[in-house]
């Protein structure tokens, strides 16, 4: 088992890439949902505001460090995690481990008909990642026990919700002990990148860790969940100072 990195109360699990899909695929063989978050900066941010967000985050049983901030953070606290592990690219290291063994999905979120284009992409780009079925994010509260009934109905070993944070984190909490998925992960925005209707940064930017700067050029109106970047820095270096005069 990893070590947990205490990230302003958010307990992140001290893996690379490939030990967080040695974990992941693991959990395949187990008998009981297992919980995977990836919360970035602003998500830390918000479960700092919310106490029912933290313990959620908290209750996973991997939480994966998803953006540049996390890391720099991790640094910035003297406990340094190995690695940034996006959920999206994590997603995709799991699609390309379907060569190996065949893998059955389920797809939760997105606009009507945004599910089925990803769906669609990723079974032409990884033939063997089974997709089991779908549904779009736009649903009643009344309509869930129908949609819990679909999932289990289509025996997916793996149920990708993306439904924004940190509403789907609320959701795989609330409803993960009615559902048959060895493995709930919340993924965000991933299904309309998968479905073509939203891009990622160029490689290079996501790197040098301006992802952020990218989204914000192109989606001018997340300027406000954008202020929570610079309060995680100045709450990471409060909290290192602090320390520095505990000691």
């Known amino acids: 088992m990893a070590e947990k990195i205490d990230i302003h109360g958010v307990m992140i699990d001290n893996v690379t890439m490939d030990e967080a899909l040695s974990r992941v695929l693991k959990m395949l063989d187990g008998k009981t949902p297992n919980k995977i978050y990836t919360p970035n900066s ?28 996390v890391i720099l953070a991790s ?11 996006s959920g999206i690219d994590l997603v995709r290291k799991i699609f390309e481990s379907t060569k190996n063994r065949a893998i059955s999905f389920f797809i939760l979120g997105g606009k009507p008909g945004v599910p089925e284009k990803a769906s669609i992409n990723i079974f032409s780009e990884f033939p063997k990642a089974k997709i ?34 940190p509403k789907q984190e609320k959701w795989i909490y609330n409803y993960a002990d009615k559902l048959n998925s060895k493995v709930i992960m919340g993924i965000g925005g991933s299904i309309d990148v998968f479905a073509g209707t939203a891009s990622l940064a160029p490689e290079f930017i996501r790197k040098a860790g301006f992802e952020w ?23 990471t270096l409060k909290t290192r100072y602090f320390k520095k005069k505990v000691h």
């Open 42 to 69: 602003e998500i830390i941010m918000q479960a700092c505001r919310d106490k029912s967000l933290m313990d959620i985050l908290n209750s996973a049983e991997l939480t994966i460090p998803d953006g540049a901030g």
């Open 213 to 235: 700067l990218y989204r914000l050029v192109r989606q001018p109106s997340r300027y406000k969940r954008m202020m929570d970047l610079p309060r995680f820095m100045i709450l």
């Open 132 to 165: 089991a079925g779908f549904h779009h994010g736009y649903f009643k509260d009344s309509e869930v026990p129908d949609i819990i009934n679909k999932i289990n109905e289509s025996k997916a070993e793996i149920l990708l919700v993306g439904l924004g944070a």
């Open 75 to 85: 640094k910035i606290l003297g406990r340094p995690l190995k690695q940034k592990v």
